[in-house]
């Protein structure tokens, strides 16, 4: 019995983690993604995301490394999907 909900969980588990492509991306979705829909990182200009930012991060009562982390996906220029170039 006990191992049943073992093998269960672990199913769980594993499929919570491959619908993302990521631990931010999962960050993201699970955080932000409760008060309003994911907004793709390329719909907003940069500035504009600049000005939600903080706010939003206060509002998902974000930790420090969760917010690095979070800016990271955001905003990082090198990642194969430029988000913010326009
Ligand atoms: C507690 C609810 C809540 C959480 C959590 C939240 N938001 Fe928001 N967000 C809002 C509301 C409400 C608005 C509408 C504008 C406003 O009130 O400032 C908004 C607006 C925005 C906008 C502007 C949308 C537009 O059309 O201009 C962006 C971008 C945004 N949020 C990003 C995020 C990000 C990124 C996170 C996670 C770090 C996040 N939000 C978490 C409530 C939330």
Redesign the pocket.
Known sequence: MKYSIVLILLFIVGCASAIYSSKEEKL?VE??????RV?AKD??SKE??LK??D???K????DEAQ?MM?RNY?FDEGTANPPLSN
Do not use: I, P, S, V
Not at 31 to 36: A, D, Y
Not at 59 to 62: D, N, P, Q, T, V
């Open positions: 993201y955080k932000c993604g409760g008060c309003h907004y719909e907003f504009h995301w939600e930012f706010e939003m991060t509002r998902a009562k974000l917010k979070m955001l």
